[in-house]
């Protein structure tokens, strides 16, 4: 079946430092990928989306890869903050359409 | 801004009962989706539709129906809860064909007991 997969392990990071979290897909081969940010018993919102065709895109202190060889897209935070901290999802549409999102990953910024 | 809300934070029913979660949003989005969110599952898409009166299943519909009447409206409909319908229930909008970016309501955190 036709996967997104995230670390499900939190990643604890020291303020300062760039995080980096990574989304895997199988069995498919989409045509973007999009990264949301979810705080605690919120909703998540939008940061980013990167095409197949486009190697990097950056927005701010955000910058998303995505390696079709590979089949994976990273996600960096550079200078992080303890404000960053929350869950990165990672979303794709299927091939039959239908949205699909990794389970996500914890990122914890200490001071 | 998009907005997007849901008509409750926190709700607790019986087993049995049926249960209406509403979902509004102001951006004349044709897309809307009702995912349920638990931990180590992620979001999984329940019910999602493209247009007024029209709807598809999502990847786990089973229990679940909806109802879009309206173009900024679309309800999730638990015929008959059950224990394991306690969750954490979102809805989203897009614009355009599903390709873009979704906005999320809040969420109401859903429990039966």
């Known amino acids: 079946s036709q996967k997104i997969e995230q670390n499900s392990e939190a990643l604890n990071i020291q303020e300062g430092k760039t995080a980096t979290l990574t989304c895997n897909y199988t069995?498919?081969?989409?045509?973007?990928l999009q990264w949301y940010r979810q705080d605690p018993g919120r909703g998540p919102v939008f940061l980013l989306l990167?095409?197949?065709?486009?190697k990097e895109k950056r927005k701010e202190r955000l910058k998303v890869t995505f390696d079709t060889t590979l089949k994976q897209s990273l996600f960096h935070i550079t200078a992080s903050q303890p404000a960053d901290s929350a869950t990165y999802l990672c979303?794709?549409?299927?091939?039959?359409?239908?949205?699909?999102f990794g389970s996500g990953t914890r990122l914890s910024i200490r001071p | 801004d998009v907005k997007v809300t849901q008509s409750s934070r926190y709700l607790v029913k019986r087993t049995g009962e049926k249960v209406f979660l509403e979902c509004v949003q102001d951006?004349?989005?044709?897309?809307m989706f009702w995912y349920r969110q638990d931990p180590g599952l992620g979001l999984r898409l329940i019910y999602f539709s493209y247009d007024v009166k029209m709807k598809e299943k999502g990847d786990i519909p089973e229990g679940y129906s909806v109802s879009r009447e309206k173009k900024e409206r679309f309800s999730l409909i638990l015929e008959s809860a059950s224990t394991n319908q306690t969750s954490m229930y979102l809805c989203?909008?897009?614009?355009?064909?599903?390709?873009?970016?979704?906005?999320f309501g809040p969420g109401t955190r859903l429990t039966v007991t």
């Open positions: 989203a909008s897009s614009d355009g064909g599903g390709l873009y970016e979704q906005y």
């Open positions: 979303a794709s549409r299927s091939s039959a359409s239908k949205i699909i």
């Open positions: 990167i095409r197949e065709n486009e």
């Open positions: 951006m004349d989005h044709e897309n």
């Open positions: 069995n498919y081969s989409p045509a973007y």
